[in-house]
Structures are given as C-alpha cells and as structure tokens.
C-alpha cells in the first residue's frame, strides 16, 4: 500500500507572538479524499497548514510526511493557497500572470513563460469561469474572481494534494459552486484536499471528511458524523468562555 | 526644442555617450523600481543613496594614496556599494530593536551615514582632483562633470543589473506578489531577496553620479509608481515603468545640459514628477478611494 498523502504525527507550530499555536496534531489523509479544517477562529488552523509546508517555524519537521517524504523530496506533488486577503492586490499584473505563478516551480530558475505554459494557465482560468479575464488586471477583479485566480495558480501546479486556506471566504455563490466543483473534479482524479472552512452550513455539502480543530485535533472523520453537534459545541465552547471571561475580567 | 537638439550635435560624442548612459541608467531604474515599489522598499532605495556617500570618499581617499587617482569609476562605484549595502544591512537589524522600527531605523541609518559622508567629503575637496573632478556634484548630480570613464563604468553596471532583472523576472515577480506561494513552492524566496536588494544597491549606486545620491531614489520610484497608472501584465507594467525611467532621465540630461546651473538629478526627479502627475489623470487611477 502507497504511504498517505499527508500524514500528521504529534505536529506541533506557531511560536511567534502573532500566531496561534498548534499542539500535538496527528491525522492522516488518504487518496482522493477532501477534507474540512473546521474550528473557531483563532483556533490555529491557518498555523497548521503553513507549519505543514514549513511557511512557518515548526517543533519537528520529522513529523510531517508527504507520500511518506519529507516536503522538499515532494515539493512538486503539494499546491498551497494561502488567504486570499494575504495577498497584495494591487500589485501590477494581470490574472494569466498570477494562474502562470504556479507553473514557475516545473519551469525551472531563469526559464521564460513560453506559449505552452501560456496555454496551461489559460486552460486553468476555463476550468474555474475567468478564460476572460486572462489579460485583465488583478487589482480590476472582484474578490470571488480573484479567488478563483488564486484556484487556478493551485490547479496548473497539478499536485497530487492542495491544501487551501479558506478558499471560500467572502465569496459569492458563483465563486462558491465553480471552485466546489473544481475541488470535486479534483478529488475525482486522486487528488487529496485539505481546506481550512468556516461556513458549517456548507461543510457537509462540499467536503466528506472534517476535521475538527482548536489548537488541537478533536475530531476527524465523516464531516455528518464530526460535525455532530456536541462536538462542535466542543470546538467552538472553548471560544465562548474564553470571550466571557475576557468580558467579565 | 531644436536649440536643445543643436545644442547636443554641437556638445559632441562624449555628450551623446552621456546621454545614453544616462537614459539606459533611468531605464533600468524605471524597471527594478517596479520590484522595489512592491517589496516595500523604497525608503531603502534612499537609504542606499545616502549611504553611498562615504563608500565614495574613502574610495577617492584610497585611489589618491595608491596613486592611482581618486577619480578611478570602478572604485569609485565599489566604494559606493560597499557602503551602500553596509547600510541596507544595518536597516533591519536595527529595526529589531526595541521601540524603534522600521521608520525609525531607516531615518537613524540614513542620516548617520550621509552625515559621515559629508564629514568625509569636506576631506576629499582638499584634493585638487575631488574639487575639480565632479565630487562636489555628488548630491545632485551632474552629467556635465562625467567622463567617458564614468558614464562606460555607469552603463555597464546599470546593464549587468537590467540582466539580472531579466533572468530572474518571473522569480522576483513571485517574490513580489505572493511570497509564502513562492515559499511554497519551493523557490529560494531568501536569496532572491538579497539578489533584488544587491540589484537595488547597484542601480543606486550606478546613477548616482548623474541622479545624485541625494535624488537617485526618485529614478527607482516615481517612474515605476506612474507606470502603476498602467494596467496588465507584470511584464507590461515594468516595460512602461522602464520607458518612464529611460524618458525623465533623458529629460533631466538634456535640460541640465541647457541650462548649465541646473543639477540632472533635480531636473530627471522633476521630469519624473511631471509624468506622474500626468498619469494621475488617467483613468482608473484613482481607484480605491485615493481621494476619499
């Protein structure tokens, strides 16, 4: 049997005064699956995916497996999307540079953007509803278009695992069902799918699996069953009495 | 505008050479600005400026001692870098320390290394060859005060640095964009980092004869935040910044040229101005509540 995508062992990150930390986190994702990170805010998630792909100081990088390898023996095999609102918008380029972005690993130092990678991004942009908007400037797109840019630079990278940082904020309900049905046609394919998710409202109907988060793991399976509404109370309790408390000193 | 013209086939060769160097220099500064505007780095483009000036003086002071004239461009040019990313280095480092953050640190490293300069500088015009040989055009610029020598040494760094720029464009335009997907991606977001500061270092350091070291930061500014008037691609966008560049520097030569007590620098920074002004009425270029 092929090693699991992602495999989690006693994951710990987030040292810095700015992040929320991570404990202990073990979990493994298998083939083809699509996952939601779901918890509270402030409950680490974002720190999780960036201390897998080591964006982020970690305790022990041993802990983290790709296909049984550490990152950078895998690097080619594993896409990223960070939040959309990390990013600087105004930066001057147009959508078909920024889709061309995720190509620049196979490309190799100091090789140009020729026609057949100019092709491959294009092709990304149909798949999520923008082949207009190649020439367009980023700073001129909305934020649900500039989500599914963000998609389509994931999508030319071809990985055989994504992990996104909440695709699917603030988006609108186009932006919404296009980068869903990518995400399924993706997991269709053998693709794994880690995405950080706020809306428990859309959990259930996009993503089979959830894990359940708040600095650590507590709970991972079927989203239905995960999500069971005591375990959730759980997740997001810790919040609420912690803002209580806050309140009250 | 045709006595401006007359006026350059009668100044000669050397003064076209000038021109050239001159308009390649605000070019490539038009373009790395590009990458320097996203990075947030600009104020350390003047810094870089600045800082040059002692890397200069003792440069001068070293080439008058060994003989070898204190005029050499190479050295002079070394001088400038070596002080130039001395001070780029102590920006951050500084920054770290308690309460004083990046503007702080920007400002304390600035002034220390400008005012060591002119302390320096008051020892180089004590040589006949600093006095006479354009020194003391230094902080505004002059390419009347060039010579071949300067504007062949000028060119060639500011063209290795526009190579630089071309080979690694998609990389920096990664950097520039999105570093933790560049991080992500496994490019060496670090070392491209330092490359684009070292490429910041030598465009700085190769106009500042003919911007000035007091003005060369505008060449590595207000072309690329015009172009920003522009929209499409990174490529696009650089190329326009570059031709904004090319064109204030060209400006600023020839206007120095014809009015003899204006410094080039101060005439390249108001052409740049000038066009900025103009994209501002572009439209588009108000977006995002630029005036609310």
């Known amino acids: 049997m092929s090693a699991a995508p992602l495999e989690l062992r006693g994951f710990s990150a987030g040292y810095s005064a700015s992040e929320m930390p991570v404990a202990d986190a073990t979990f493994s ?20 995916l960036k201390g ?44 078909l540079d920024v889709v061309a972005m995720g190509l620049y690993r196979r490309l190799g130092l100091f090789r140009r953007v020729g026609r057949a990678a100019r092709d491959e991004a294009l092709a990304a942009l149909a798949l999520v509803g923008l082949e207009d908007t190649a020439s367009k400037s980023i700073g001129e797109l909305s934020g649900g278009q500039r989500q599914r840019v963000l998609v389509a630079r994931a999508l030319v990278q071809r990985a055989d695992i994504v992990l996104l940082d909440e695709p699917f904020a603030n988006v609108d309900e186009v932006t919404e069902q296009a980068i869903a049905s990518v995400l399924q046609k993706l997991r269709g394919e053998g693709t794994t799918i880690l995405a950080v998710h706020h809306d428990l409202g859309t959990v259930r109907s996009i993503f089979e699996d959830a894990i359940l988060f708040n600095i650590r793991v507590l709970a991972h399976g079927p989203s239905r069953a995960t999500l069971a509404d005591t375990s959730v109370a759980r997740a997001y309790g810790i919040v609420l009495e912690q803002e209580h408390a806050g309140r009250t000193s | 505008m045709t006595s401006f013209l007359d006026n350059i086939a009668v100044i000669g060769q050397n003064t076209q050479l000038a021109l050239a160097g001159c308009t390649l220099f605000g070019g490539v500064a038009g373009a790395v600005g590009t990458f320097v505007l996203a990075r947030r780095r600009a104020l350390l483009a003047d810094v870089a400026g600045h800082a040059s000036l002692p890397g200069v003086c003792v440069a001068f002071l070293i080439g008058e001692s060994l003989g070898i004239g204190g005029r050499t461009p190479w050295l002079l040019l070394a001088g400038a870098a070596i002080s130039a990313l001395l001070a780029a280095w102590c920006v951050p480092l500084l920054a770290r320390l308690r309460g004083i953050g990046p503007d702080g640190a920007v400002a304390i490293t600035l002034s220390f290394f400008f005012g ?24 505004f610029g002059s390419a009347a005060a060039t010579n071949r020598g300067d504007i062949i040494a000028l060119a060639t760094l500011a063209f290795a640095a526009l190579m630089v720029l071309i080979a690694l464009f998609k ?5 520039a964009f999105d570093e933790q997907h560049a991080q992500s991606l496994g490019l060496p977001v670090r070392t491209l980092d330092l490359v684009l500061m070292v490429l910041l270092v030598a465009t700085v350091v190769s106009g500042m004869q003919v911007a000035g070291i007091v003005l060369v930061v505008a060449l590595l500014v ?18 326009i910044g570059a031709f904004i560049g090319a064109l204030s520097a060209a400006i600023g030569v020839i206007l120095s040229l014809r009015f003899e007590e204006l410094p080039t620098g101060s005439a390249m920074t108001l052409a740049a101005t000038a066009i900025f002004f103009v994209t501002l009425l ?11």
């Open chain 2, 222 to 239: 207000t072309p690329a935040a015009a172009a920003r008037a522009f929209r499409g691609s990174i490529a696009r966008v650089t190329a």
């Open chain 1, 52 to 95: 897998i792909l080591r964006l982020t100081p970690v305790h022990d990088a041993s802990s983290v497996r790709f296909f049984g390898e550490p990152l950078d023996r895998v690097r080619s095999r594993v896409a990223y999307l960070p939040q959309r609102s990390e990013i600087d918008w105004t930066f001057p380029a147009c959508a």
């Open chain 1, 29 to 48: 994702l298998a083939r083809g699956t699509m996952t939601a990170l779901v918890g509270p805010n402030g409950a680490g998630k974002s720190t999780l």
């Open chain 2, 116 to 139: 060591l300069g002119t302390v320096l500088l008051s020892s180089v015009q004590s040589h006949a060859s600093g006095s006479q040989g354009g020194l003391r055009s230094l902080l």
């Open chain 2, 171 to 175: 990389e920096f335009s990664a950097l």
């Open chain 2, 282 to 292: 572009l439209p588009g270029r108000m977006m995002r509540g630029a005036l609310t």
